[in-house]
């Protein structure tokens, strides 16, 4: 007899796949169903509150489709479970796309024991003693984008002159990208997390992980001392290409967009209320409980990757079916009520607030304390390059990404003001 999770995922192979080659093409379905669309929807920076009409409940099945449940969970005390409960979940989307899926590739897709295996050749990377050695040269990579925003200047576009280009220049020297190549390799990242684009997000996942590719069978030869270098030098036949450039590609989605989001809508979050601005600028101890409520306030990942249920289960009175997908929706279970009041508002004044931003378990973050070091490191520079920095437009003209899993804000026009202060 067929197992049935294997009807279901063929189904949903064929919707997702093309007929050339098996690639996944979420442009192939008409569009992506707009129940499944509305944990990512927002208001401006607070998720949208009419999203608890829609899931009342912190475990509430969204939606049917293609023979399977989905359920959302949205409780922050659900979400961890979910999240830590390997036994239970997969993250392997693998068997849903076909052959594929090795291209789909880096840590998120993963589970054990290739996950713990993977993400073992990547630990030593993320050690705080190898991030703090980055410091340096991140300060180098603020300043010299705050020069360009003053050469600019006087009104520039904060996404585009600053919190882009930031991480993406941090994780090119992480990576141990040769300066040649960060180019192409820029325009190849563009657009991936963003659902409405489909094919052009899909199709630059398989060119920029082609490019990786690359840039790994050439480091096999001459490893340099990055990220790529490094992992070779220490797996040596161990570790395919293939395998190495899809770590390479899951670290770069992994910390690009989400970084640069928090950038911007962090910017966006200071700039509202000036006091938050002053704070950052004249208060470096101020700087660690910032970061860390803005994390929480914002949680830029809305939703973590599918959990697909490998067994039935009971998850807190719902009965979840083997297939069933579940989706932990971050941005709301950091928002959760029976975790601390007031949680809709940002300050970094309460006693800090335990937050999902980074996920949870096994695949929480791995790049979050790289993630911390950049934000305390880029807020404090801007808000002392630009004391008189503001919004150049009416917020109401701000335009947010609206159906994309990274939270983001399309551009953030400042006014770069007068001259800094002498500090
Ligand atoms: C503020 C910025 C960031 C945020 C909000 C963020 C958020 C997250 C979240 C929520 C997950 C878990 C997803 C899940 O469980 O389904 C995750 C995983 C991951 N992140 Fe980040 N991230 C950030 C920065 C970074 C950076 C800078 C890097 C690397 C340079 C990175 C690399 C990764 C990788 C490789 C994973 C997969 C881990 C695994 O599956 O084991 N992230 N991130």
């Not at 379905?29 to 607070?46: A, F, K, Q, T, Y």
């Not at 830590?84 to 796309?97: E, H």
């Not at 910032?290 to 990757?305: G, K, S």
């Amino acid at each position: 007899m067929i197992d049935v999770l294997d009807a279901r995922r063929r189904v949903v192979r064929r919707l997702l796949t093309r007929r050339s080659g098996g690639v996944v093409d979420l442009s192939s379905l008409e569009s992506v169903p707009r129940r499944l669309l509305r944990p990512l929807r927002r208001d401006g920076l607070d998720p949208v509150q009419r999203l608890g009409a829609v899931a009342p409940e912190p475990v509430h099945r969204l939606a049917h489709m293609f023979g399977m449940n989905i359920w959302l969970v949205s409780g922050q005390a659900e979400a961890r479970a979910v999240l830590a409960d390997q036994g239970s979940f997969s993250n392997d989307i693998r068997p849903f796309v076909g052959t594929s899926g090795s291209s789909i590739g880096g840590l998120g897709f993963t589970d054990p024991p290739e996950h713990g295996r993977l993400r073992g050749l990547l630990t030593p990377e993320f050690t705080m003693r190898r991030i703090n050695r980055l410091a340096p040269r991140i300060e180098e990579i603020v300043d010299a984008q705050l020069e360009e925003m003053h050469a600019a200047g006087p009104v520039v576009d904060l996404v585009e002159k600053f919190a882009f280009p930031i991480p993406f220049l941090v994780i090119c020297e992480l990576l141990g990208l040769p300066d040649e190549d960060r180019d192409r390799f820029r325009a190849l990242s563009h657009a991936r997390f963003d659902v409405s684009s489909g094919a052009g997000a899909f199709g630059a996942i398989s060119e920029s992980q082609l490019f990786l590719h690359e840039a790994v069978r050439r480091q096999r030869a001459e490893p340099g001392d990055g990220l790529l270098g490094r992992i070779i030098a220490a797996a040596g036949d161990s570790v395919t290409d293939e395998e190495i450039a899809a770590l390479a590609d899951g670290v770069f989605t992994g910390g690009y967009e989400t970084t640069a989001s928090m950038l911007a809508l962090g910017s966006l979050v200071l700039l509202r209320d000036r006091r938050f601005f002053d704070l950052v600028r004249d208060d470096d101890s101020a700087i660690d409980a910032v970061v860390e409520e803005m994390l929480r306030y914002l949680t830029v990942v809305q939703i973590a990757f599918p959990r697909f249920a490998k067994v039935d289960l009971e998850l807190f009175g719902k009965h979840i079916r083997k297939g069933d997908v579940v989706i932990a929706a971050l941005s709301r279970a950091d928002r959760d009520a029976r975790v601390g009041p007031d949680l809709n508002s940002f300050d970094p004044r309460r006693p800090s607030s335990p937050h999902l931003a980074f996920g949870h378990g096994f695949h929480r973050c791995v790049g979050a304390e790289l993630a911390r070091l950049e934000l305390r490191i880029a807020f404090p520079r801007l808000a002392r390059r630009f004391p008189e920095l503001a919004l150049a437009t009416a917020p109401s003209n701000l335009r947010f990404r609206d159906r994309s899993i990274v939270y983001a804000v399309d551009s953030v026009p400042v006014h770069l003001g007068g001259l800094p202060r002498s500090s």
